[in-house]
């Protein structure tokens, strides 16, 4: 399976590499080709909803002269596609965030009969870690992802949250088997 990684974090040791390291070396280990992109430091601009893309229907068709349309052209590609990300302010890293928004012109045509995605069939998977639990904090960076589904007609192929992270040395060993039952799950 060819997996592409997307990393929002801005740091490259810090506790989401470091998770989402663990997850890729178990994918690699399992025979699957995995491919990391690291989006800080990259040339992400926001979507400008100018729709231009809503006219190329075979190739994803922003307009944009920066970084992303090679990030899409390599979802594209995939079979799995796995987003991480630290939680900032109950979402994804702006990082992250500018590549999701950006997905826009991957698709045609949402809520009509003849809907169409260039993503149609993927695996989609989501890893996230924050300094806080789950309650009142996570959940709706969650809820956005599995809405975004729906749009790009792909699976959702699971999720994970270590929060209560400090420091990726303070991960226990309990997490980092955790990567690799995650790893399993997403690429079933």
Not at 51 to 60: E, G, R, T, Y
Not at 71 to 100: C, E, H, N, R, T
Request: with cysteine.
């Amino acid at each position: 399976m060819n997996i592409l990684t997307l990393l929002g974090s801005a740091r490259k040791k810090g506790n989401t590499a470091t998770a989402l390291g663990w997850v890729e070396d178990a994918l690699t280990g399992m025979g699957h080709d995995v491919t990391r992109v690291y989006l800080h430091g990259r040339h992400l601009n926001g979507c400008m909803g100018c729709n231009q893309c809503k006219q190329v229907l075979d190739a994803p068709g922003c307009v944009q002269q920066d970084d992303v349309p090679e990030i899409l052209a390599q979802m594209v590609a995939a079979d799995l596609i796995l987003y991480a990300s630290p939680l900032y302010f109950w979402g994804a890293s702006a990082q992250l965030k500018a590549v999701i928004d950006r997905t826009y012109s991957l698709y045609t045509r949402y809520h009509e009969t003849d809907h169409a995605s260039l993503l149609e069939g993927r695996r989609q998977a989501v890893l996230m870690t924050g300094a806080g639990g789950w309650d009142n904090n996570a959940e709706g960076a969650f809820t956005a992802f599995k809405r975004m589904q729906k749009p790009h007609k792909t699976h959702y192929a699971g999720e994970w949250f270590i929060g209560n992270c400090t420091t990726p040395s303070a991960m226990t060993p309990a997490i980092k088997n955790k990567a690799l039952d995650f790893a399993r799950q997403i690429s079933v």
